[in-house]
Nanobody, 120 residues
């Protein structure tokens, strides 16, 4: 069984920084792309959108609104992904979800999310 657990959320002032972590538990040894999604308060799951992702070989991509402020990284030995968020803005507020893809069968696994609130 595979479990994805996010942590690091909280309340932060505008202009501040926060580091999110995503740890994968269970018998999984072939993690492909690891991604961070954001769901804004009051929206449905279908409105969850991709913020950043990193492939198993390292290439990264970001949504335009966070490029230059956020950095995604991963530690394959620890089965962990990170999202370093700098110069946070109120519009960055939301629940951040981690998604990983298991290469064996290309199945996706989601975490329960971690809340980030940026005060103005």
């Amino acid at each position: 069984q595979v479990q994805v657990v996010e942590s690091g959320g909280g309340l932060v002032e505008s202009g501040g920084s926060r580091r999110l972590s995503c740890v994968v538990f269970g018998s999984i040894f072939d993690i492909g792309t690891m991604s961070w999604y954001r769901q804004r308060p009051g929206t449905q799951r279908e409105h969850r959108f991709l913020v950043a992702e990193i492939t198993s070989y390292g290439p990264t991509s970001y949504v335009d609104s966070v490029r230059g402020r956020f950095t995604i990284s991963r530690d394959n030995a620890r089965k962990t992904a990170y999202l370093e968020m700098n110069n946070l803005k109120p519009e960055d507020t939301g629940v951040y979800y981690c998604k990983i893809t298991r290469l064996q069968d290309m199945r996706d696994f989601w975490g329960q999310g971690t809340h980030v609130t940026v005060s103005s």
